[in-house]
């Protein structure tokens, strides 16, 4: 939930994702879910000559399983304060990795 | 035994505003589906409608016509929605289906010839070789 939380505080920001397949995408963060699926609007590929299925693509959904890495802009993001976060969190997991199954 | 969503299951990230939209589905064989998306789920299973498989290789695209297809969500790469303008901007032309598959056959095997070549360099190095089909996307 803590990515998840930190992601949504970047909505509107420039990020640039990197996909596990080394294709790499700036855009827009338009939304993101608990998957840590990724809107990204108004998208520019690096390199686009080896992707040319990419060119009409203006607007995507990038499914959270195949990212790589997602890159921000320093500005945007409080490391002090993530890095609490994050402490914290370590500390006592109690909120997070609730199961989407429940069995009754 | 009953199975109910948990409290998280509220995605915001819906693709619910890109349902009846005409869509690029890239999977993780490589394959690029277009066709209308109608419905998703939480793991991005889809059903896309009147799908076409356009295959490209260098500047050349070909289409073959697929019909209905249900897609298993762990295979979706990414989803992007068609700007039309765009479309037409890009310089790809379109060949028949035949010629593409020729092409694409060939482009395939000039990389297998290279990774050949190139895990055997590794394995001369001392580098394990694994033959394991990874990710073709």
Redesign the interface.
């Known amino acids: ?1 803590l990515f998840y939380s930190f992601f949504k505080t970047l909505v509107n920001e420039q990020v640039t994702v990197e ?3 080394d ?1 790499v995408i700036t855009g827009t963060l338009k ?5 840590l ?3 990204l609007d108004d998208i520019q590929v690096i390199d686009e000559d080896r992707y ?12 959270g ?2 990212v790589r890495y997602v890159q921000l802009p320093q500005q945007a993001v409080d490391t002090a304060l993530l890095q609490d976060a994050a402490r914290r969190e370590a500390a006592q997991p109690s909120s997070a990795q ?7 | 035994m009953e199975i109910t969503s948990g409290p998280l299951f509220t995605t915001s990230t819906g693709l619910i505003d890109s349902v009846d939209k005409k869509l690029m589905v890239v999977l993780r064989d490589g394959r690029k589906l277009i066709g209308t998306l109608r419905s998703f789920d939480q793991f991005a299973n889809l059903v896309l409608q009147d799908t076409i498989e356009r295959i490209y290789v260098g500047n050349c695209f070909g289409d073959i016509p697929r019909g209905i297809f249900i897609i298993r969500g762990e295979n979706v790469v990414l989803l992007g929605e068609l700007d039309t303008e765009k479309e037409e901007c890009a310089n790809l032309r379109e060949v028949p289906v035949e010629e593409i598959l020729v092409a694409q056959r060939e482009e395939m095997e000039a990389k297998q010839r290279l990774d050949k070549v190139r895990s055997k360099a590794l394995h001369n190095h001392g580098f394990c070789v694994d033959n394991a089909q990874n990710d073709l996307y």
């Open positions: 939930m996909l596990k397949n294709l939304s993101v879910d608990q998957f699926n990724i809107k040319p299925h990419m060119i009409s693509v203006k607007n995507c959904f990038i499914r399983s195949v609730q199961a989407n199954v429940r069995v009754k």
